[in-house]
């Protein structure tokens, strides 16, 4: 029996420079950073006090003062994202099988805001040892529990089919959208809104990468701060967003004759078992997932036009993915497009995944490749071409894009139009 395939229908993104898919693509293919400093709370003893900061009204894009109340930013996020997808897919969902639409959202860090908001409430601002309870906002639960995420978007949409909550790290994104493929695959979902959220810009995170160095201590130039495969680079600037998809078998979509933005044409992760923030130099298991992902597609590496690259910003990350793309794709690496948009909008750790899936269907929409923004001084060892400052026309049939994060994950999937990949 032929494996059903998976296309995307509806976009839906909240990143920052702009609310709304419309807002991201003209960001991307602009060349433009939303980088800056942090006007959240008071960074000025954090040794990293710049950020991508969203400017989102949840009000103004149609959440009720309960929902505000109710709803941690990252879910307010993911639930507005998933109404513009879900607007956008042009599905109706109330003549469905309700049984049948699932959800599958992605986070890294789950309610960090509410819970560090709450916690400086409750605690007196740190002065107390034992809290007290008693002024904390009703529904705090909810920000302890990431399944909340699922359940709002849920709710949100009407889905009472299979509801998740996948968290990896900064591959989330990636995986839960990988993961609502396979239960379309399998027949347990006919539609699945599905992709990733997170708000992380708060005190608590800010010192946890500041213990690592992992951030950019670049504070005096925030708008250059998230500067990928640079020889100048140092570290990745924190960023916050969300992107969520209409995912539907190609059959159906067809049948009712929507838009179809790409087929999601093979995914793979793999984890390196090795270090919980070092990477191996060879790029070998990001690497594996590239190669198992493509032949999932049943594509060569040579029909890979385009790749969003993790590109933290990270001297690391940045030479380990440089290598995994030579080792996964072979000479055709060098003849490959390859950009990271965390240079315009920062990392948002489990949400970016999906952000850079939106930048990659965008990519293949309109045929361009958005650039690599701040690469001013190429990296000797990051020696591919990174599209460095300006867009580029280029057509683009078949993106691979790739996540990594902390703990070792490695993800890949291959986005194809379905002629392409039926092709193949």
Not at 161 to 182: F, I, M, R
Not at 345 to 367: N, P
């Amino acid at each position: 029996m032929n494996a059903r395939r998976v296309v995307i229908t509806g976009v839906g993104v909240i990143a920052p420079g702009g609310v709304g898919t419309k807002n991201f693509w003209n960001l991307l293919s602009e060349g433009r950073t939303a980088t800056r400093g942090i006007t959240f709370f008071d960074p000025s003893s954090f040794r990293s006090r710049v950020a991508a900061e969203v400017d989102f009204d949840p009000e103004e894009h149609g959440l009720s003062p309960q929902e505000i109340r109710r709803m941690d930013r990252a879910a307010q996020l993911a639930v507005v994202s998933a109404r513009e997808a879900l607007a956008d897919s042009g599905l109706d969902l109330s003549g469905a099988d309700p049984y049948r639409v699932g959800v599958s959202i992605g986070s890294a860090v789950g309610a960090t805001m509410g819970l560090d908001q709450e916690y400086r409430v409750v605690s007196d601002g740190g002065r107390l040892d034992l809290v007290d309870h008693t002024y904390a906002v009703p529904h705090l639960y909810n920000y302890l529990v990431p399944s909340s995420f699922a359940a709002e978007v849920a709710w949100a949409v009407g889905a009472e089919g299979a509801a998740t909550v996948v968290s990896t790290g900064c591959t989330s994104g990636l995986d839960s959208v990988g993961h609502a493929v396979e239960l379309i695959r399998e027949g347990s979902a006919c539609a699945m809104i599905a992709g990733a959220t997170d708000a992380p810009i708060s005190p608590i995170t800010l010192a946890c990468f500041d213990a690592i160095k992992a951030t950019t201590p670049r504070n005096d130039d925030p708008e250059h701060a998230s500067r990928p495969f640079d020889g100048t680079r140092n570290g990745f600037v924190l960023g916050e967003g969300s992107a969520v998809f209409v995912l539907e078998e190609l059959e159906g979509a067809r049948a009712r004759g929507a838009h179809i933005y790409a087929e999601i044409a093979g995914y793979a992760s793999r984890c390196n078992a090795f270090h919980m923030t070092g990477l191996r130099p060879d790029g070998a298991e990001m690497a594996e997932a590239i190669t198992v992902a493509l032949g999932e597609a049943r594509l060569n590496p040579e029909a890979v036009d385009y790749i969003n690259a993790h590109g933290s910003g990270t001297k690391q990350n940045d030479r380990h993915e440089t290598a995994a793309f030579k080792k996964s794709l072979g000479d055709h690496a060098y003849r490959t497009p390859v950009s990271s948009i965390k240079s315009m909008v920062g990392h948002s750790l489990g949400a970016i995944g999906s952000i850079e899936i939106a930048a990659s269907v965008l990519a293949m929409e309109h045929h361009v490749v958005p650039p690599t923004a701040n690469l001013h001084t190429p990296d000797p060892e990051c020696d591919l071409d990174y599209v460095p400052l300006t867009a580029r026309e280029h057509r683009t049939d078949a993106v691979l894009t790739v996540g990594s994060g902390f703990g070792g994950f490695q993800s890949a999937m291959v986005l194809a139009r379905p002629e392409r990949s039926a092709a193949a």
